[in-house]
């Protein structure tokens, strides 16, 4: 099997960001905000400043937590047949987190999004096989925003059988959340062994964190429900403006929360999230681009250097405000080099607007993206059946190959066959009469009304119903 692949760094240039990481967490450390943190490293050794909350981690620290930090890792699903393994190779995809508009499928207008949003793009993704991880999509804009987060769990557990991944803002909402799982799985103790459910950290550039953010996930330290690592610097404004510069920050700080959690909790499964952006100089705008990928490219293979497995967001945002050229060359070129650069997960669909904006007709129109990037990933075999030497031996000059049998038997393994775009002549287009939009919306609306997610058992919904009230009365009052 021959497998396109993309090489950015040699060895000798991730052994460079390695050592330059290494000297900054040893000089200036990781601002980490928390007390329990800062205990965590004390009881180890390191230096620890109270004063501005950080600590400062040697060398030997970093690569004793390498060595705990696993490389593959379960991800269970309340469906069995939909659990997965992060590391073993394959690409997973998890849908895109939270934005706060969405453009209504009937009218075609941009509003703000709701719970009844949310519910549709989780059954949409319960019906899209491309996806195999669940991360609300949207922000339920009409529920209490003391509540959000815990709705947007509810409406998880109800309403997917595939893995989830979330956050929790507020140390009060973890009771609740640990409730949910009571029911779902039982008992939380099963969570270790059943991981259903991700946990998203976001450090801050440069080098610090968030301290009530980072206690939450650390009272989840026991269960170790695998950890989503994203760090979002913006080159030029909170990390260096060359490139390089931002690479080896956001490598220095993913080493530094690493140790955290395994100190924590040796063992504890994270993918690293790796992304990174520019400042647009001209508008003050957060931008993507070529640069965006160059540097995320460069931190997947040191994720590779870790092995850790790694997700990538290229494929997961477009500035373009709607549907059009830019939004479908912004997804194609993210997904591709992220690919080609042989990562673990891809966080998609895409949104638009800059992360503000969700379209289930630009989710439907991106599963060509995802199917077309998939078969690019997998090559082509350079084997003696592949090859066919006596074939075109055979045939000489004869271009006669439709007629073989060989191509029926095999076309369909070699070809992708468009699933939304049909080849079709002029006049078939004109006769059809529907844009790639129109086309796409059709799609969406059959897949919703063609497919019903799997229902919960009723005195499980029964108790996530009652967790949700009595969170509702605590965090909503």
Not at 14 to 38: C, P, T, W, Y
Not at 99 to 110: A, F, G, N, Q
Not at 240 to 259: D, H, I, K, R
């Amino acid at each position: 099997m021959v497998v396109p692949k993309f090489a950015m760094l040699c060895k000798e240039e991730m052994d460079l960001i390695h050592s330059r990481s290494l000297e900054i967490l040893q000089k200036a450390g990781v601002q980490f905000n928390s007390e329990r943190a800062l205990d965590i490293f004390e009881d180890v050794g390191c230096p620890v400043n109270r004063d501005d909350m950080s600590a400062k981690i040697p060398p030997k620290i970093v690569e004793q937590c390498l060595k705990t930090l696993p490389s593959r890792f379960a991800k269970a699903a309340r469906d069995p047949q939909k659990s997965f393994v992060c590391g073993d190779g394959d690409i997973f995809y998890t849908s895109v987190s939270l934005p706060s508009y969405i453009r209504d499928l009937e009218t075609r207008t941009r509003r703000l999004s709701t719970l009844e949003d949310l519910i549709q793009c989780a059954n949409l993704v319960e019906a899209m096989d491309e996806i195999q991880e669940w991360c609300p999509m949207v922000l339920p804009n009409d529920i209490d925003p003391r509540m959000r987060l815990m709705k947007s769990c509810h409406v998880s557990f109800m309403h997917t059988t595939k893995h989830i991944m979330g956050a929790i803002e507020q140390a009060a909402e973890t009771p609740f959340f640990l409730e949910m799982i009571d029911a779902v799985l039982g008992h939380r103790d099963e969570l270790k062994e059943n991981p259903i459910l991700t946990l998203v950290i976001e450090p801050m550039s440069p080098l610090t964190n968030d301290g009530k953010l980072v206690d939450n996930l650390l009272a989840w330290s026991n269960y170790q429900p695998p950890i989503f690592m994203q760090v979002l610097p913006l080159a030029g404004a909170t990390s260096p403006v060359t490139l390089s510069g931002t690479v080896l920050q956001e490598n220095a700080s993913f080493l530094g929360n690493m140790v955290l959690y395994q100190l924590a909790s040796p063992g504890w499964p994270i993918i690293w999230g790796t992304a990174g952006g520019v400042l647009d100089m001209r508008s003050g705008q957060y931008a993507g681009g070529p640069e965006a990928m160059l540097m995320t490219l460069a931190l997947v293979e040191m994720a590779k250097y870790y092995h850790v497995p790694c997700a990538t967001f290229g494929a997961s945002s477009s500035e373009s405000k709607g549907i059009g050229y830019q939004s479908g060359m912004e997804s194609m070129f993210g997904q591709v080099l992220s690919v080609l650069g042989q990562v673990d997960n891809i966080v998609w669909p895409t949104d638009l607007d800059g992360f503000a904006l969700m379209d289930l007709a630009h989710v439907m129109l991106g599963k060509e993206v995802v199917r077309q990037a998939g078969r690019l990933r997998i090559g082509m075999q350079l084997d003696d059946e592949h090859l066919m030497t006596d074939l075109i031996v055979k045939m000489k000059f004869n271009g006669e190959y439709l007629g073989d049998l060989s191509t029926k038997q095999l076309f369909r393994k070699e070809y992708l066959l468009p699933d939304l775009f049909p080849r079709e002549t002029f006049e078939q287009w004109e006769a059809r009469g529907q844009s790639e939009e129109e086309m796409a919306v059709l799609k969406v609306k059959e897949l919703l009304d063609n497919h019903k997610p799997e229902p919960l058992d009723p005195e499980i919904v029964k108790e996530l119903d009652r967790v949700y009230a009595s969170a509702e009365k605590i965090l909503g009052g």
